[in-house]
């Protein structure tokens, strides 16, 4: 069974979840909880079908069983990383499993975690992850998602790199350390940025970053 479904939303996020699981429940299931968070969502029940999928669209975030069936997908988990295209993988495992969870680490997941999924810590998972790959600007190589930001073009360089810092989740003592600058004059710029993108605090400010 294939559940591919896109569902617009009212944050008009176009992040894609993609869920790889034997079990149609736990597809189901997992893409009812991210279609509520606002996500798109798209599942596949076995290894071969989801390397056809990220042919046609590569997602956001990827959650897969350690085991499709008979197939043990931490070597897909590797091919996929090796894609370099910057989404965090999730590993799901049937049992407490420490060897497996060292090996997913190992690979490049970026948590696993055991049935029965503990749902709010694997949103606030998958959300942590994918403000750690924003990357804010218009054009960017490497591993990060671009994104861009409505009222970006009108921010000051500075005001720039302090916003990434921002999204990156570093307090105004770190963020000043890295640039050079006081805490202070931190907090001013964090004002003015969300003043000029709209934003009423600095979760909002995050949450304005990653639905743009």
Do not use: W
Request: neutral net charge.
């Amino acid at each position: 069974m294939t559940n591919n479904i896109y569902y617009p939303n009212a944050l008009n996020r176009d992040l894609l979840v993609k869920i790889v699981d034997a079990d149609p429940a736990t597809c189901e299931a997992l893409g009812v909880l991210f279609r509520l968070e606002g996500f798109q969502t798209s599942a596949a029940t076995s290894i071969a079908e989801f390397l056809g999928s990220i042919e046609r669209k590569i997602p956001d975030v990827v959650i897969i069983n350690m085991r499709v069936g008979e197939e043990d997908s931490l070597p897909t988990v590797a091919r996929f990383k090796n894609m370099r295209t910057g989404a965090p993988i999730f590993m799901l495992t049937e049992s407490q499993n420490i060897g497996g969870a060292v090996d997913a680490m190992k690979v490049g997941a970026a948590d696993v975690i055991t049935k029965p999924i503990d749902t709010e810590h694997l949103v606030r998972s998958v959300r942590q992850a994918l403000q750690r790959h924003v990357h804010i600007g218009a054009v960017q190589s490497g591993s990060h998602r671009p994104v861009e930001v409505r009222g970006f073009s009108q921010l000051t360089p500075r005001e720039r790199e302090v916003l990434q810092l921002i999204t990156n989740g570093q307090s105004n003592k770190e963020a000043g350390r890295e640039l050079g600058i006081s805490p202070r004059t931190i907090e001013v710029h964090r004002a003015r940025v969300m003043e000029k993108l709209g934003a009423r605090n600095t979760a909002d400010l995050v949450r304005i970053v990653l639905t743009s």
